[in-house]
């Protein structure tokens, strides 16, 4: 666990989640170590700015595959019977 990451109890989280994540999205605390029986179990962060996040969709695929020149993509596969 970071230094600077606040760790709670399941028991202290459940009682103060609305206000935990209020602080997260605020910037108030970095991020929230929730541990049970003294094991951390969760942790939760606010989300990365937009332009930090990764691409979603077919955005996250592009320049990940390559088709073959000879390749049809536009007729069967398999004959049907």
């Given at each position: 666990m970071a230094d600077d990451?606040?760790?709670t109890s399941i028991a202290a989280f459940r009682a103060a989640t609305l206000d935990l994540l209020d602080q997260l999205a605020a910037h108030g605390i970095p991020r929230v170590v929730v541990t049970k029986r003294g094991r951390p179990v969760a942790?939760?962060?606010?989300?990365?700015d937009e332009a930090a996040q990764p691409p979603l969709g077919a955005a996250a695929m592009e320049r990940q595959a390559i088709a073959l020149e000879k390749l049809e993509f536009t007729s069967p596969v398999l004959e049907t019977q």
């Open positions: 990451a606040l760790e942790l939760l962060a606010p989300p990365m």
